[in-house]
């Protein structure tokens, strides 16, 4: 095992074991602080953001993880108001759930408590050092971070930030720890290191996240690949179906929660489809159409017929599938073999089809006359997320404070003894 690990593991441990000591006024300080850091810091952190931008654009990175990995004073400040967000929600250590008195008279229930150390893996978006290390400090755990090395300068001055407010805020030290090495070797190591290391959440690429499973000792919780749909239903209200549709891609394109493939009926899609195209092609959208679509709209520019993968892309960019079907039951069959368990929605006026949708879609956020762009921490009212998850064990959809936590038994008694 790499010594940076094993060094920053025992730090961790330790440091995860102190934070149980310190109460919530004392971790909504050192959020609160973390915030007022950032904003203090903002010139030196941008400075190195846009630096690192101009070496990458240099070396032929492309636009949507440049998109990705900048980080301006705007971006700074919502950082900020995040952590902020986040101090103000309820502490979720120590909720007690579950109680009840048995016939004996123990008094038995379920306290929330933090996980321990979580070591989160993760490239591109240097945003993610600062919503993690916020989040778990809310639950009361430890975090270990490796970030990609496209923003290893940004990482390195947002994580000497957090590090520098927790210092000034009674918060242990190694509580929120950076991997500073760019040795690959390193994350294997991580994802070994069980003795220190409780959960591991790999936020990045398929690559990454098949890395994390086929390789970790350690509990991973996975998501964030996201090919989303939206299903137009034939009693779809189309004034809304067109703004969601244009929202779901076009608002931010590189990120998992954005549309990916539109699924259109075929009772609406002649009257529907023109619209789609026009509003979206003026966005710079391209268009990708099954045989049925493309007569529709097989004139535009914006428009060429679909290859054999592009449903079952993650386009991140304005690039969008788009398929006609005959029922709900083609688009249900459609989603369940082409989705990945993200966000889908479906845009109807028909509430027993729209159960329907919500009831046999069994992805981690399902959406009823709404855009896909909401899954996301900030938007559902935990401040920030550590990950979206989709799979099915512990935690679904955005992880916030309460996902972070796993929980006790306590039973209080007065000289029970079994018979």
């Not at 931010?252 to 023109?274: F, G, I, K, Q, S």
């Amino acid at each position: 095992m790499h010594e940076d690990i094993r060094k920053k593991g025992e730090l961790a441990r330790q440091a995860s074991r102190r934070l149980v000591t310190r109460d919530t006024r004392t971790r909504n300080r050192a959020l609160k602080t973390i915030a007022e850091t950032l904003t203090a810091q903002q010139s030196s952190i941008v400075d190195a953001n846009s630096r690192y931008l101009d070496a990458g654009l240099q070396a032929g990175l492309s636009e949507a993880l440049l998109v990705r990995l900048l980080l301006n004073s705007s971006r700074l400040q919502d950082v900020a108001r995040d952590v902020l967000a986040v101090a103000a929600l309820p502490d979720p250590v120590g909720e007690t759930f579950d109680a009840c008195t048995l016939p004996n008279g123990l008094q038995i229930g379920k306290r929330r408590v933090p996980i321990g150390v979580i070591g989160v893996i993760y490239e591109s978006r240097p945003n993610v050092t600062v919503d993690i290390s916020a989040l778990c400090l809310k639950s009361g755990n430890a975090a270990i971070l490796r970030g990609g090395k496209e923003a290893w300068h940004t990482n390195m001055a947002l994580a000497a930030t957090v590090q520098d407010a927790c210092l000034k805020s009674d918060i242990p030290a190694g509580a929120i720890q950076l991997i500073e090495s760019q040795d690959r070797a390193i994350v294997k190591d991580m994802l070994t290191a069980h003795q220190y290391i409780d959960m591991i959440i790999p936020r990045g690429g398929a690559g990454l996240h098949r890395l994390a499973r086929e390789n970790a000792t350690i509990p991973v919780i996975t998501g964030g690949i996201g090919i989303c749909h939206v299903y137009v239903d034939q009693t779809a209200d189309l004034r809304k179906a067109v703004p969601i549709i244009h929202n779901a891609k076009v608002q931010r394109p590189t990120v998992c929660n954005a549309l990916d493939t539109l699924l259109v009926h075929r009772d609406v899609a002649d009257e529907l489809l023109p619209q789609v195209v026009h509003a979206l092609a003026a966005a710079g959208v391209e268009m990708r159409c099954d045989p049925r679509a493309l007569v529709i709209v097989e004139e535009h520019p914006a428009v060429q017929p679909a290859g054999p993968q592009d449903f079952d892309t993650e386009f991140l960019s304005l690039v969008l599938a788009v398929k006609v079907v005959d029922d709900l039951d083609e688009a249900l069959d459609h989603i369940y073999q082409h989705g990945t368990q993200h966000s889908d929605a479906i845009v109807t006026e028909n509430y027993t089809r729209a159960m329907r949708f919500v009831n046999e879609v069994n992805s981690a956020v399902v959406y009823v006359n709404a855009s896909t762009r909401f899954t996301d921490g900030g938007q559902f009212g935990l401040g920030a997320e550590v990950a979206v998850s989709t799979q099915r064990l512990h935690a679904r959809g955005p992880m916030g404070p309460k996902e972070l936590t796993t929980y006790k038994w306590v039973v209080l008694g007065d000289g029970q003894i079994r018979e």
